[in-house]
């Protein structure tokens, strides 16, 4: 091919990609579906797969070599741990108890019992601009905007579902937002990624937040339910003219996820 | 052949770059080896194949992070047509040519991903200058390294094939 072609292909090529980019740049509701990202991802999120099960193997291998003190230490750390659990578990079951009799004297309709399911992370990119893990899902596939959580909170929902496998926009992706609150005082917000991490937007100057607050998901942006973990308020400061600065901290750390949990898609109730 | 070689390359980039990423944290922001195959196929002077391998490797490279697809495309493929124009205007045969040719174009094509994301993006996080640093002299150090190992293995073989073919004419 002359060079003169090749600078026409050039020229036709990046146009494409323009007109690609152009229109896949998100709305407020994050990345659309591509079919050419699609097929792509469809063949090497194996790759990843297998390289993740390598080095899992691997780090397992180390971690059956810890000395014996090491292991009982952790035993017992564990056994009391167990212990306080059953507690907590006892005193959470008689406060269902008393829910049930509350809600029947109401006559509430309480929401089915949410099951979570696991799955493994075997990719995640939480350093570069964007933020995204991609998890396997095996025979039972994901669906967009179904949220993920860990053992400690919030992770993200996912965005793409290929067979197999779903990549996650993760909390801390530029891109995301999700509807919180202040459990303490109820406030509603919007938690997003900011410059310097987590912020709770949308709360007015005097609103009263105090450094240690637990912010959990509103459940009003039709996504994630009411109550989950996001993080807790890690300074106020006056924002712009009408709205304060409240930086979080993430109850989640994004950097040691090896398996995340996946809540079923909430339907909104019929209006 | 070179297609089949470059498919190879390709793949081995993928394994290197999720074994990466799930080792180093902040593997994805200082070292983008996608790129170094980029640059390494556009240094052979073929302004189609500098085109090609640029955009079949950004493609990849996007598919492993969330956001807009063909961010990495575009500007891969638009560095590696340009790397492979240069590769025609000036002999570059020594691994500190090599280096500097790499480390620039890393530069280029960031400077061409902040653009995108600038005006296709409402609020774009920017690299900080120090990853940009980072990265071109990782992307300038792997692409001169590969470069003379494939030197040196080039060389080593034909020396192999040349002493062999001189033996079977003696016999």
Redesign the interface.
Known sequence: MSERHTAWLLVAVLLGQLLLLSVEAPSPSGPGDNVLESTVLRALAPVSHAVASLVGGVEGLGGSWRSQRTLLAENRRLKERLRELKLQQIRLDEMEAEVERLSAALDYQRSADSTLRVADVVYADHSSWMRTLLIYVGDHPAVVNQPVLSDDGLVGRVVEVVPGYAKVQLLTDRAAAVGAMIRRTRRQGVVRSGPDGLQLDFLPQQVDARVGDEVVTSGIDGIFPRGLPVGRVASVAEGDELFALIRLRPAVDFGVLDQVYLLPVRSLPEM | MRTLRFAVAL?AV??LH??G???V?????SVDLFFVLTVLSALGGD??VG?LAG?TAG??H??????????H??AD??VG?AVARLAQRLLVERARGVLLVAAVASVVQQAILAA??LT??A???L?QPLWIAVQAASTGVLAATAFTVGRRLRSGMAARRSSRSRRLHLD
């Not at chain 2, 944290?25 to 922001?29: K, N, T």
């Open positions: 793949l993928v394994v999720a074994l990423v799930r080792l944290p902040e593997f994805a922001r302004s189609l085109l955009l493609l990849t996007d598919v492993f992070t969330a956001g807009l697809f063909a961010l495309g575009f493929t638009a047509y995108l994301a296709l993006l609020d774009p996080e690299p």
